[in-house]
């Protein structure tokens, strides 16, 4: 049994929602980011946004995207920025290269739980909606700075071209 498999969990009690993340976590768990940020957008009485990575090990760049994506998508519901926690220095030096300083407020200290977190399910995607998230989630780190810019070009190019191909259009 793996057990550095990725989990996402989540929890809302009295205007704060609490989004972990735990384990190695990837582009499998995209549309369960991508559906949370969708629907954190709409969520009624939603005052702060905590992203809990203390137990991350590994957050590769399209759930990183996704992570954007949800600060993005309430930015305009909240007083504050949205914080993560963090205290894997790996973790924390990927996500201060990528620019989330610019969107997150960044902590250190201890969280304390109020509430049960829940296991998020896992949204299934087939290949395409696959390739499509991952396409999504590197033009938004792109858009975060310059050094993102440079870094995800040639990925997202390359997917770009392989879409083309797909819908018929090369």
Not at 26 to 50: E, F, M, V
Request: contains cysteine; charged residues 25%; glycine residues 4%.
């Amino acid at each position: 049994m793996i057990t550095n498999e990725g989990r996402v969990k989540a929890a809302f009690d009295s205007g704060v929602f609490v989004l972990k993340l735990c384990g190695d976590v990837r582009l499998t768990l995209c549309a369960t980011l991508d559906t949370q940020a969708q629907q954190l957008a709409r969520t009624p009485g939603l005052q702060s946004l905590i992203i809990d990575l203390r137990e991350a090990t590994n957050v590769d760049s399209t759930a990183l995207g996704f992570l954007a994506k949800v600060a993005m998508a309430v930015k305009d519901n909240l007083h504050y920025k949205p914080t993560i926690v963090v205290d894997n220095p790996d973790v924390q030096r990927m996500l201060e290269v990528m620019g989330f300083a610019q969107f997150f407020a960044m902590v250190k200290a201890p969280l304390t739980e109020t509430c049960e977190l829940c296991d998020l399910p896992e949204v299934p995607a087939d290949m395409e909606e696959m390739r499509k998230r991952i396409l999504e989630a590197h033009r938004i780190l792109m858009h975060m700075n310059e050094h993102n810019r440079e870094e995800f070009q040639p990925l997202v190019e390359m997917l770009e071209a392989q879409e083309a191909i797909h819908n018929g259009k090369a």
